[in-house]
């Protein structure tokens, strides 16, 4: 028992390990799957608001150098931002520029790192806030980005309010002088200052730097909204895919659990033939051994029956000895006829004809048992078949119907074609059969008499199998059984 439920638990274990592992594996690669999209989408972001950061301080430097430093460079005179004439001037440039845009703060650094320009005033004169950019801008003629931030990547993909001012994006740009001063004679004679342009960048001297700052939170939360909706997605199709995995997986057990079960029927079947193939062999060897000295017992009793002047004491005797080696032979030969099953012939046979036959046989112990019979056939049942077996296929199991009848009763036997079949249905008004014990009916050596030997249905679904026809067995409503019998049809019988 413990190996069969074993054998039965396998493969629902197998499919749900399969199962769990296929789940753990489809969440971690979609997780990490959602974790590289989402952050390219990041990184492609803040990849675009650096460009835009780049444009906007490469515009923001070619307006300063052409609308404030080039015209103090021809004649304006020098620069002093702390000339509110020049420092107003220079903030129109700057406010033309950045309208619109999303700056959240602007300074200009000279050369000594000292703000000279800002949006928010309270930023001037101070140096505290140049940084490590400011110094490389000035040094090394480069620009560069920064990006300061209050949260973390993970704490921001759960903060879904964030403040203004979450993410600042820094970028920190010299601003180059492209011309020198040179002085340029007239044509009359006379000199002015004139500009002549600087080609080679390594030459042009850094004569600020600008640092733009930006506020890209909203811009952020975006990105983390759709890095919510990646995982969502991705998490989503992983579920419908362990679904749909699951659902093949517990598909295939289930027609495994089939096989594995037909299988082991097969198995039991056919180690069950082995051993009535067997015990028919040991039965058949024993029954023909023991069917000769019957019938020398049987006939020689009857012999001494028929004497004259025996007492009534010995004729009892001879009376009881005769009968039961008559019962005795007739077990013998059922024993014989299940262990070495004749093969039918393919006769045209009239199964009406044969019913009328085994009743006519059986008249006598009908009346004797005041059994009624109702015949619901007519003549032109064809089968192919041999006679004699379905002879006594039939009168076995009107036989079996006789017997189950206490008192008064009635047997109604109906046949006809149906199709490709010839039906014949037996039922009586006996006890039926039992329900707990009908699926076993059929087996062999399977009894609830006591004196039976089991092998009556037996042999006779066994001649109805051997016609390629079918039995099945069941209780009538009103009480009684029902036999029903299916043999395949004469082609000339057939009904379409």
Not at 83 to 112: F, I
Not at 194 to 211: C, K, M, N, S, Y
Not at 220 to 246: D, H, K, N, P, R
Not at 438 to 456: E, H, V, W, Y
Request: charged fraction near 25%; hydrophobic fraction near 40%.
């Amino acid at each position: 028992m413990s190996h069969k439920q074993s054998t039965d638990q396998a493969p629902l274990g197998f499919a749900k390990f399969l199962s769990w592992t296929s789940l753990i594996l489809i969440l971690i690669s979609s997780l990490g799957l959602s974790v590289i999209i989402s952050n390219s989408a990041r990184t492609s972001l803040l990849q675009k608001q650096k460009e835009f950061a780049t444009l906007l301080a490469e515009n923001l430097n070619h307006q300063i150098y052409r609308r404030f430093f080039q015209p103090h460079r021809l004649g304006l005179g020098p620069i002093n931002l702390h000339n509110t004439e020049q420092y107003e001037r220079l903030d129109q440039v700057v406010q033309s520029v950045v309208h619109g845009l999303q700056v959240d703060s602007m300074r200009l650094y000279d050369t000594s790192k000292a703000v000279v320009y800002a949006l928010n005033k309270e930023d001037l004169g101070s140096t505290a806030h140049a940084g490590l950019a400011v110094s490389r801008a000035l040094s090394e003629k480069v620009h560069s980005f920064e990006i300061e931030s209050s949260l973390t990547p993970l704490e921001a993909m759960f903060d879904f309010d964030m403040p203004p001012r979450s993410f600042i994006l820094r970028t920190t740009f010299p601003l180059r002088d492209r011309h020198r001063a040179i002085l340029v004679r007239e044509d009359d004679g006379g000199v002015m200052l004139g500009l002549q342009e600087i080609t080679d960048e390594r030459e042009q001297p850094v004569i600020a730097v600008l640092e733009v700052t930006q506020d890209i939170t909203a811009d952020y939360a975006e990105v983390v909204s759709l890095q919510w909706l990646i995982v969502g997605t991705s998490m989503v199709s992983s579920l419908l895919l362990f679904v749909l995995l699951v659902t093949f997986i517990r598909r295939s057990e289930r027609v495994l659990s089939e096989r594995m079960q037909e299988k082991e029927r097969l198995e039991r079947e056919l180690h069950q033939s082995e051993k009535l193939a067997s015990m028919g062999r040991v039965v058949s060897s024993i029954a023909h051994e023991i069917r000769n000295p019957l019938g020398i017992i049987s006939s020689s009793a009857e012999l001494l029956l028929k004497r004259p002047n025996t007492d009534t004491l010995t004729q009892k005797i001879l009376s009881a000895i005769h009968d039961e080696a008559k019962r005795l032979s007739k077990t013998v030969q059922e024993f014989l006829d299940y262990a070495r099953p004749k093969v039918p012939s393919k006769n045209l046979v009239d199964v009406a004809l044969v019913l009328d036959q085994a009743l006519g046989f059986l008249e006598g112990e009908l009346s004797r048992h005041e059994v009624e019979v109702e015949r619901g056939y007519v003549q032109g049942l064809f089968v192919l078949g041999d006679k004699d077996l379905l002879y006594r296929a039939f009168y076995n199991i009107i036989t079996n119907a006789l017997q189950a009848i206490t008192g008064k009763g009635r047997i109604r036997i109906v046949g006809g074609v149906h199709g490709a079949d010839v039906l014949v249905t037996f039922t009586d008004s006996g006890c039926g059969f039992d329900m707990a014990n009908l699926d076993k009916m059929l087996d062999p050596f399977f009894t609830t008499k006591d004196d039976g030997t089991g092998l009556g249905l037996a042999i006779v679904n066994s001649i109805i199998t051997s016609h390629g026809g079918d039995m099945f067995l069941s209780n009538a409503e009103e009480g009684g059984a029902i036999v029903r019998v299916r043999l395949p049809a004469e082609k000339s019988a057939r009904k379409d």
